[in-house]
């Protein structure tokens, strides 16, 4: 028998080199390379015949001219469950490969199982649990009030005789509950590794694409947030889809990183009971909960997140640092963008906060990454510096360019709508979002300048 060769592939980005390096020439990070046995040339072993199709000899596919390809359009459906759908561009589409990552514990599969219950009522369905026996998942469906589902189980973590199973039982939808769980016998490296979860996800990705099956990867993410395993699971996959949230809240926002079949960027918003995910299908309030009415440093920024707007409240602390070089701490948001920011506050607003820690948060555990949190952060920021607290009836947009201007963003007149709605009473936002409203009531404050929005204000 040949001797087994060795790999060493880097468990960030999946890249695998000959030999042993202490940071990785692909990536860049650092001790990251892990040896592991090279996959032999897989064998249509005389146990598992059928399995060897997905073993990578895919029939000869023919050349064929664009414009003579057969389009049927996107045949969908929906999973049930309708913040799920709307994240998924308009249901699950036959054939596609979907990653769903999160946190341990985060919902996966208590978001998995309440849809495919749904899902079970149209569809032939199969649950392969890795990580939990039936037990366990019939337990959970009690509690989620599912038990009667006519949904097939199974409890497994061999890639071979799933892929046996799948063939015989030809689900629509094949969910496996979590791909760092499963191994393929044609590796000897352990379950969870990089070549493991890269090699067992190709196959049922091959598997999902030659016989239509919808494929559904459940995958835990890393410490640093990142899918655990390669990141080349996300270029294997149709649409990766990611499950956010605290721990010790109860909302959590579903949210596309990447979709084949959709637009990304769309949010679908749940909130976790006693009895299971809940869906919350109007979420813009849900995160303003002010209780405290002086609280400096408290400002309600109008967030858009994919076509609706989401109102967040984002605190800050500014503080006396002891230290050579004070804290910028932000949670929720972009670190960089709230250093750019002070510098811009120092030159064009005249605050200068470089012996101060500053720390910003959006409560609620939501992640806001649009330059339209600009101007909420800096009136934030500045709230807390000043020990002035700001008019609670006040709501805040726009961005802040590097010579202190206020820019437009998209989809203002959606925001201004919202804010309304909400019953808040001023709004502080760039002039160049204000054409198109017609009246209102209330009381608008278009800016161009740091200086005129910091005045509006604080006035
Ligand atoms: P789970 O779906 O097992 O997470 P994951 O698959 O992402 O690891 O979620 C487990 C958490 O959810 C656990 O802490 C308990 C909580 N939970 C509820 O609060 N209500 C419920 O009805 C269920 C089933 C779980
Ligand atoms: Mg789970």
């Known amino acids: 028998m040949a001797k087994a060769k060795t790999v060493y592939s880097c468990s960030e980005c ?6 042993w390096t202490g940071q990785c020439q692909d990536c860049g990070d650092w001790n990251t390379l892990q040896e592991e046995v090279a996959p032999s040339r897989p064998v249509a072993s005389a146990a598992n015949p059928k399995a060897a199709r997905f073993e990578g000899f895919a ?17 969908r459906f929906g999973t049930g469950l309708n913040e799920l759908d709307r994240v998924l561009g308009g249901g699950l589409v036959p054939g596609s490969v979907i990653l769903l990552g999160g946190d341990p514990g985060i919902g996966k599969s208590t978001l998995i199982l309440q849809s495919l219950a749904l899902l079970s009522e149209q569809k032939s369905t199969l649950y392969v649990t890795g990580e939990e026996s039936a037990e366990q998942v019939a337990l ?30 030809k689900p629509e939808v ?29 196959r049922l990705v091959r598997f999902g694409k030659q016989t239509k099956t919808i494929v559904i990867l459940v995958g835990h993410v890393t410490k640093e947030g990142a899918l655990a395993g390669p990141r080349v699971l996300e270029h294997m996959v149709d649409t990766v889809l990611y499950f956010e949230g605290e721990q010790n809240s109860t909302f959590r926002l579903i949210r596309a990183i990447k979709n084949r079949f959709g637009a990304v960027n769309e949010i679908g918003v749940f909130a976790m009971t006693d009895t299971g995910l809940k869906e919350v299908a109007n979420p813009s309030a849900m995160f303003i909960k002010r209780t405290q009415e002086d609280a400096t440093g408290s400002v309600v920024l109008v967030s858009q997140e994919g076509t609706r707007p989401l109102l967040v409240e984002v605190q800050s602390l500014v503080d006396q ?23 811009v506050v120092n030159r064009h607003a005249g605050f200068s906060l470089y012996d101060q820690d500053v720390f910003v948060n959006v409560i609620g555990g939501v992640k806001v990454h649009e330059p339209a949190a ?7 920021v500045l709230s807390s510096f000043k020990n002035r607290k700001l008019d609670s009836g006040l709501a805040v947009f726009g961005e802040v360019g590097l010579t202190g201007e206020i820019r437009p963003v998209q989809r203002g007149l959606d925001r201004i709508r919202e804010v309304e709605k909400l019953g808040f009473t001023r709004l502080i936002m760039p002039k160049g979002n204000q ?21 509006a204000a604080f006035e």
């Open 174 to 202: 094949l969910v496996m509950d979590s791909i760092q769980t499963l191994y393929t016998d044609t590796l000897q490296s352990a379950p969870g590794s990089v070549a493991q979860v890269r090699e067992t996800a190709s």
């Open 14 to 19: 999946g890249a695998q080199f000959p030999k």
């Open 374 to 380: 600009d101007l909420a952060i800096v009136l934030s």
């Open 140 to 169: 959970r469906a009690q509690r989620l009030g599912v038990q009667d589902a006519d949904l097939a189980l199974l409890a497994d973590n061999q890639l071979e005789s799933i892929l046996d199973i799948a063939l015989e039982h």
């Open 59 to 75: 029939p000869k596919a023919d050349v064929q001219k664009l414009q003579q390809v057969s389009v049927k359009g996107t045949p």
């Open 321 to 343: 640092s002891s230290l050579a070089n004070p804290r910028r701490v932000t949670v929720g948001l972009d670190n960089q963008r709230l250093a750019m920011l002070l510098a």
């Open 435 to 455: 054409s198109g409203i017609k009246s209102s009531k209330l009381e608008i404050i278009a800016v161009t300048t740091l200086d005129q929005a910091v005045r």
